[in-house]
C-alpha cells in the first residue's frame, strides 16, 4: 500500500460544481487550485475527482469519449497537470476517476467497433451476433449501425460496455477473460492509467470496479483481472493508490485493491448508518449500528488481512446529502464517528458546512435525483454564493437559495459551527496516533445506543462513545477510564469506569495507563 495512504484524510471533488474561474457557470481546475489552501486548511490532503475527462455529458462525464484528453470545460491537459504539481507542492495528492467499464457511444473505440468490417476495436465491446440476440443479462444498444449485432451496456443506455469477456461463456459471442479481444481491452486500461500517473496523478478511484468480467456471481475472474492490473500498477508505480467503487471489501481488496467504499447499494450496512427510515444517526433514536457492524466486523479482519482499507463516505454525488433531514447536532455526531473510523475518511464537497439535498430540481447531465447532491458550493456572500461570475440562469444546476443555507464564509466565523467541528476532529484525529487510518480498531458495544468502540495504536488507547439519540446516555466499560480528549454535547462525564454521553454527543476517552 502506498505510505502516503496511511495518513491521508480525502476531500471529494465534483468539478462542475466547484469553483468556476471563466465565468462560464461551470467549475473549472483552475477553480480547484485556487482552493487548494482552503482544503489544505480544512484538514484534507487527499483529494478524489470526479471524471474530468472529454465527455458528451449524459452521465456527468462517466460517458467517456476520449480518456486522455480533458473536457474543454474544466482546462487543458496542461492545466490538470497544473493542478497535480500544485497538489503536490503543498503535500497533497489526487486521485483520478477511472472509469474501466463502459464508455460513450461517442468514443472512437465504439465508432469503429460498430463498422461491419472486422477491425482492431470489433471486439473491444460486448456485441452479439446478430441484432436480434439479447446480451445475457444486460441491456444493450442496437439498430444504430450496420454491424448485425446488439451491443451490451453496463449503465446507461448511451453506455456501451467494454469486453473484459465473460467468467463462463456459455454464448457463441462470448469470450473468455483470456482471449484476445478481452485482453487487449485490458491493455488499452492499461495504457489509459499509464499515461495520466505518467503526468503526475497519484492513483484512481475506480467507477463499478466490479463490474468488469460479466457473469461472474463469486467475482473470482473480476478479482483476477483487479490482480493482474493492480499487480502490474504495484510494480511500475508503488505509490499510487486504487480504490474501489465495489462496496464489498471482501472481493475488492483480494482484486488488489488499496481500498473500498461502504456504500448506498451492496449491503445494507452503511444506509442503516445514515440513509433510512430510521437510521443510527438520528435524534429520533430508533435505529442501531448492528448491522452495519455485524457487517464490517466480518469485512475488518479481511481487509487488515489483506492489508487494505475499508472507507466510509460521508456522501457521494449519487447519494442522497447527508445534511438532508438532519439539524446540525446530528451532523457534528455523524462526523464524531467517521473521523474516528478506521481506514481513510472521505468527505464529499460541501458536506463540510452541511450543504443541503436540494429538492425539485430538474435532472442535469444524467443526475436525476442525484442532482440535488451535486448543486454549486456555497462559498461566500458574494454573487452566486461566490461559485460564479456568471448570470444565476447560467450556472450547472441551480445553486441552493434557501435564506439559511451555509456558507464557508459563515461557518468560519461562526466558533459553533459544523465546519469548526470538523476542523477540530480531524486535528485531533492527526494528533492521536490511536485514530491513525491503520490503528487497531474494535467494537465494545454495538447495540441501540450508544456505539461504542476502542482504536489503539503502540502509544495510546483511546473508547470512542457516539450517542446520536436525543437523550443521555452512560456506558460502563470494563478499563479504567482516564480523561476525556473530546467530547460533543453538554455534560459529558467520566467516573470510574463509567462515562456519560450527552445527547446528540460524543465522548472520546483515554483508556488510564495505555
Ligand atoms: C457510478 C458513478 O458514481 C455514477 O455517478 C455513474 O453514473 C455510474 N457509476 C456509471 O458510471
Not at 185 to 203: E, N, P, Q, S
Request: charged content about 25%; overall charge negative.
Amino acid at each position: 500500500m502506498a505510505k502516503w495512504l496511511e495518513n491521508a484524510i480525502f476531500y471529494e471533488i465534483y468539478p462542475q460544481s466547484f469553483n468556476d474561474t471563466n465565468g462560464d457557470g461551470i467549475g473549472d481546475f483552475q477553480g480547484i487550485i485556487e482552493k487548494l489552501d482552503y482544503i489544505k486548511d480544512t484538514g484534507f490532503n487527499a483529494i478524489w475527482m470526479n471524471p474530468c475527462f472529454d465527455s458528451p455529458f449524459g452521465d456527468a462525464g462517466y460517458d467517456v469519449r476520449d480518456y486522455k484528453k480533458t473536457a474543454a470545460r474544466y482546462g487543458t491537459n496542461e492545466d490538470l497537470k497544473r493542478l497535480f504539481d500544485e497538489c503536490h507542492k503543498r503535500d497533497m495528492h489526487i486521485l483520478l476517476d477511472l472509469v474501466p467499464g463502459h464508455t460513450s457511444v461517442e468514443h472512437e473505440w465504439f465508432k469503429k467497433s460498430m463498422l461491419p468490417e472486422i477491425n482492431e476495436y470489433t471486439d473491444r465491446y460486448i456485441w452479439t451476433n446478430n441484432i436480434w440476440e439479447q446480451p445475457e443479462g444486460l441491456n444493450c444498444i442496437r439498430g444504430i449501425s450496420d454491424r448485425d449485432g446488439s451491443a451490451a451496456v453496463n449503465f446507461f443506455s448511451s453506455q456501451p460496455a467494454l469486453n473484459y469477456g465473460y467468467a463462463q461463456p456459455k454464448f457463441a459471442y462470448q469470450q473468455k477473460p483470456t482471449d484476445p479481444g478481452p485482453m487487449s481491452t485490458r491493455a488499452a486500461i492499461k495504457d489509459v492509467m499509464k499515461f495520466w500517473l505518467d503526468m503526475g496523478c497519484d492513483g484512481f478511484r475506480v467507477d463499478m470496479a466490479g463490474s468488469l468480467v460479466k457473469c461472474d456471481p463469486e467475482y473470482k475472474e473480476t478479482i483476477k483481472l483487479w490482480q493482474d492490473i493492480t499487480g502490474y500498477l504495484k510494480s511500475e508505480y508503488p505509490e499510487a493508490a486504487m480504490v474501489s467503487e465495489w462496496g464489498e471489501p471482501q472481493y475488492s481488496l483480494a482484486g488488489g485493491f488499496d481500498m473500498d467504499f461502504l456504500l448506498h447499494f451492496g449491503p445494507e450496512g452503511y444506509n442503516s448508518m445514515f440513509r433510512c427510515a430510521e437510521p443510527f444517526f438520528s435524534k429520533r433514536g430508533k435505529g442501531t449500528p448492528k448491522i452495519f457492524a455485524e457487517q464490517y466486523i466480518a469485512n475488518y479482519e479481511k481487509a487488515k488481512a489483506g492489508g487494505g482499507l475499508i472507507c466510509i463516505p460521508s456522501g457521494n454525488h449519487d447519494m442522497d446529502r447527508l445534511a438532508r433531514g438532519r439539524d446540525w447536532d446530528e451532523l457534528k455526531c455523524c462526523f464524531a464517528f467517521l473521523l474516528t473510523m478506521p481506514g481513510a475518511p472521505f468527505v464529499y464537497y460541501g458536506d463540510e458546512i452541511g450543504m443541503n439535498y436540494v429538492e425539485g430540481l430538474t435532472s442535469v447531465e444524467g443526475g436525476y435525483n442525484r442532482t440535488g447532491s451535486r448543486t454549486p458550493m456555497q462559498w461566500d456572500s458574494t454573487a452566486n454564493d461566490g461559485f460564479s461570475s456568471a448570470d444565476k440562469t447560467q450556472l450547472y444546476i441551480k445553486q441552493d437559495d434557501s435564506p439559511d443555507r451555509p456558507t464557508v464564509e459563515k461557518q468560519k466565523l461562526d466558533t459553533d459551527s459544523l465546519y469548526n467541528e470538523i476542523i477540530k476532529l480531524i486535528k485531533l484525529r492527526n494528533e492521536n496516533t490511536a485514530l491513525h487510518n491503520l490503528s487497531e480498531f474494535e467494537f465494545v458495544s454495538y447495540d441501540g445506543y450508544p456505539l461504542v468502540y476502542r482504536r489503539k495504536s503502540a502509544e495510546q488507547e483511546l473508547l470512542i462513545c457516539i450517542n446520536p439519540c436525543g437523550d443521555d446516555k452512560s456506558f460502563t466499560d470494563n478499563e479504567e477510564l482516564g480523561e476525556i480528549v473530546y467530547s460533543l454535547g453538554e455534560n459529558a462525564a467520566v467516573s470510574g469506569r463509567t462515562v456519560n454521553i450527552p445527547a446528540s454527543g460524543a465522548v472520546f476517552v483515554s483508556i488510564k495507563n495505555k
